[in-house]
């Protein structure tokens, strides 16, 4: 049996052993869909130039490097918070090389007590991270309080394809395979198994559609990606900007 618990220590414990091999194994595990998971995201936020962004869960800075650098539109500056210590080194390596040291900075906190003030954010975004959270519905209040009104938030989580052969596929991926190759070359013995079990126990697009609701945002629209292999949330703070 995996354990699922989302006690920060663990789950911040768990990330920083794997951090060296976690790029590489974003990009080979979903074969570069990652990349383009990422850039969707980003679009969502319809970024003019002029934002300051958040991203919550920030892990090496890949979302936060998009969110500057994209062709589509590009924030202004983009604060990346995560509690895991080793990810953000690794972050900050990477953003250091990229030259962006000036536009994407790195603070080390928890989603559900974000270290930052109130109506700080034009927009939030969270790739792939919200699942470990240890308290979901605490961490969409803090979104909303952080953001402006009109702000938007942009979630990618993982999910299960609804078209049965396929869902069966994937499944068997997700949960045997994948487990296997992270195993191999991470080197951590559970990691890539809390992974599907993570996900397997993360709330339906529909009900976490409905937590964001609940929690401060006035309209939430679900994207499904892939098949149904990711889902992207796009939710948006009443008032205008």
Known sequence: ???TSKEP????????SIARRYDTLNHLLSVGLDRRWRARAVRELALTGTEDVLDMCTG??????E????????????VGVDFAGEMLRLGLIKIRKAGLA??????RG???QIPLPDNRFDAAMVAFGIRNVLDPAQSAREFARVLKPGGRLAVLEFGFPRIPGIKAAYRWYFKTLLPRVGRLISK????????PASVEQFPSPEAFATLL?????ASVRTVSLTLGIVYLYVATMPGQK
């Open 213 to 217: 609701t609940d929690h401060g945002f």
């Open 110 to 112: 928890d989603a559900t």
């Open 9 to 16: 220590a663990r789950i911040a414990g768990m990330f920083d």
């Open 1 to 3: 049996m995996v354990s």
């Open 60 to 65: 090496t800075a890949d979302l936060a490097v």
């Open 188 to 195: 951590h013995g559970d990691a890539y198994s809390y992974l």
């Open 67 to 78: 969110a500057v650098t994209t062709a589509a539109g590009q924030a202004r500056d983009v």
């Open 102 to 107: 000036d536009r994407v900075h790195l603070v």
